[in-house]
């Protein structure tokens, strides 16, 4: 099958910004939904934003409302996590994510780090 590559995480200080970017590849099946989990050490893997591949219905989690926004270009096939506010708390590993149709069998990328601080 395919794969999901991200690129974007780094250091940033609280209050900063990042951009993540994730593409996908390989993949025969159609994309449902794209989505951003994250995992910090000693916590489970969180839902960060998802949106869907047709439409623009998207859903965040709640402490990243207001701050985070997903969006995607379905052509290039690459999801976006646009990260302001950025506060300590969000570090993580932050994943990228794909379900496929018609069994909406779910892929992972490899993560990429995001760590907030000073």
């Known amino acids: 099958q395919g794969q999901l590559v991200e690129s974007g995480g780094g250091l940033a200080q609280p209050g900063g910004s990042l951009k993540l970017s994730c593409v996908a590849s390989?993949?025969?099946?159609?994309?449902?939904?794209m989505s951003w989990y994250r995992q910090a050490p000693g916590k489970e893997r969180e839902l960060v934003a998802a949106?869907?591949?047709?439409?623009?219905?998207?859903n965040y989690g709640d402490s990243v409302k207001g701050r985070f926004t997903i969006s995607r270009d379905i052509v290039k096939k690459t999801v976006y996590l646009q990260m302001n506010s950025l506060r300590p708390e969000d570090t993580a590993v932050y994943y990228c994510?794909?379900?496929?149709?018609?069994?909406?069998?779910?892929?992972w990328g490899q993560g990429t780090q995001v760590t907030v601080s000073s």
């Open positions: 994510s794909v379900r496929l149709l018609p069994l909406l069998t779910r892929y």
């Open positions: 390989g993949f025969t099946n159609s994309i449902y939904d």
């Open positions: 949106i869907f591949t047709t439409g623009s219905n998207s």
